[in-house]
């Protein structure tokens, strides 16, 4: 069986997903290796497999944000991404632009470097990286490294035609869909930087490996062989591009530890309390909008029926705490996979992550997106009818209570057959499938 090395950017939401397919790979006998900062040992060690530290960014999130250690600019850049929240999607959108080339493509020359002296002492037959780690795609390919591509997010991280921009939504929601000019706005911006990418990737390969093929568009640079994506097979997203095999993971939940006896107590305290429990979380980055947070609390006291809430609020607790009930548990961070199977519904971000698990769990959403491909997501929600779309930024009592009524009559039922479809798929599957193709040719 193959030796696989498992590149991971620094981010909890990108890391675990990505250790829960290293541990699938090595049930199926691969011997693998995770690759991230020193933050992520203990993810390695789950997964049951080696660990080996590399850092492949200076931007880095181990599970709230706002407590994660940063220098002062990464800092100041996460305090500009969370103003920008709060001016609406475009706005936040064209910030991260902005800020995309410190993230995404910082010190090549030392992940190239960095990822050649690895592959020297481990030689493995083959990687797996992160679609958003474009330095580590942009120095395998000019080491004429074989790999596979790991999409962590919407598909269309993965650009589909030359038509289609990194950071501008294949589609939005109803309710956060921009005028005609401000999106002409985002589009410039979306074009410089595949421009501004473009050129950068070019360079660095023609003064770091001339022999090596033109790395091309830089946003749509993946691996030749496969592509693995952490999200289910929607029919309606658009055709993937040619060459490598498509393979759709439906979620990254692996084996899902059970709930200690705190929250088991929690979860019955509430149930006889109120008719429904709903489990409110923005991410990792986003739980610093307690303001949003806050509003979910206000509002699900005007819904029809009695409702718990558990909230997620990181380093915000005091904050929310201000506005709760007894009918609120706030605390900094939950054991969300482990929860959703005893919920009823879920207020997230639009996340990809909290999309697949919901649906793997059967949990209806009221979807609040602020940033990435959240609005993406969110409108993936709308149209498999899983969920309902609010923007965060303008969020009314009365739409949070409604939305809450009408996740367990008009939504709720949809997203047991979407629960149903999804069976059969996730890691294991991802897996099985990722070694069959990265398989060497017969003879070889």
């Known amino acids: 069986m193959p030796r696989i090395v498992i590149v991971s950017p620094p981010f909890l939401s990108h890391a675990r997903p990505l250790s829960v397919l290293a541990a699938a790979l090595r049930t199926r006998g691969a011997e693998v290796f995770f690759a991230c900062s ?58 991260q632009a902005r800020h995309r080339r410190a993230d995404m493509l910082a010190d090549p020359d030392k992940v190239f470097d960095d990822l050649r002296s690895l592959d020297e002492r481990l030689r493995p037959d083959w990687y797996v990286v992160d679609q958003l780690s474009y330095a580590v795609t942009l120095a395998l390919h000019c080491l004429r490294l074989r790999y596979a591509t790991f999409c962590p997010g919407h598909p269309t991280y993965v650009l589909s035609d030359q038509d289609s921009y990194f950071g501008v939504p294949y589609d939005w929601p109803g309710t956060l869909r921009p005028d005609r000019a401000r999106l002409s706005e985002l589009l410039d911006v979306a074009r410089d930087n595949d421009r501004a990418f473009t050129s950068a990737f070019d360079a660095f390969a023609a003064d770091r490996a001339p022999a090596a093929p033109r790395p091309g568009r830089a946003f749509a640079l993946t691996s030749p062989d496969a592509v693995v994506y952490a999200y289910p097979p929607l029919p309606w997203l658009s055709a993937r591009p040619e060459g490598p095999r498509h393979l759709f993971a439906g979620h990254a939940v692996g084996s899902v530890q059970p709930l200690d006896d705190h929250w088991q107590h929690t979860l019955r305290r509430l149930r006889d309390r109120a008719e429904r429990i709903v489990l409110v979380a923005l991410g990792t980055f986003l739980a610093a909008r307690d303001d949003v947070l806050r509003a979910v609390v206000s509002g699900a006291r005007t819904a029809s029926r009695p409702t718990a809430l558990i909230v997620a609020a990181g380093r915000r607790t005091d904050a929310v705490d201000a506005v709760a009930d007894d009918l ?106 990722l070694l069959e193709v990265m398989a060497p040719p017969r003879g070889t």
Do not use: Y
Not at 40 to 54: D, K, Q, R, S, Y
Not at 395 to 412: F, P, R
């Open 38 to 95: 020193q933050d992520f040992e203990g993810l390695a060690l789950e997964a049951g497999v080696a660990f080996v530290p590399l850092v492949v960014t200076r931007n880095a999130n181990t599970g709230v944000a706002e407590s994660t250690q940063q220098d002062a600019a990464e800092a100041a850049r996460l305090d500009e991404f969370l103003d920008a929240t709060r001016h609406g999607a475009v706005e936040t959108l064209m910030t």
């Open 328 to 433: 609120t548990v706030v605390v900094p961070s939950v054991p969300q996979q482990a929860l959703l199977p005893h919920v009823d519904a879920m207020v997230h971000h639009g996340g990809g992550n909290s999309f697949t698990e919901c649906l793997r769990s059967g949990v209806p959403a009221l979807v609040l997106p602020f940033s990435s491909d959240q609005f993406a997501v969110a409108r993936d929600a709308e149209r498999a009818d899983v969920g309902i779309v609010h923007d965060p930024n303008r969020l009314t009592d009365h739409q949070v209570g409604s939305a809450l009524d009408l996740l367990g009559t008009t939504v709720g039922p949809e997203v047991k057959r979407w629960q149903e479809t999804l069976n059969g798929l996730g890691p294991d599957h991802a897996a099985t499938a």
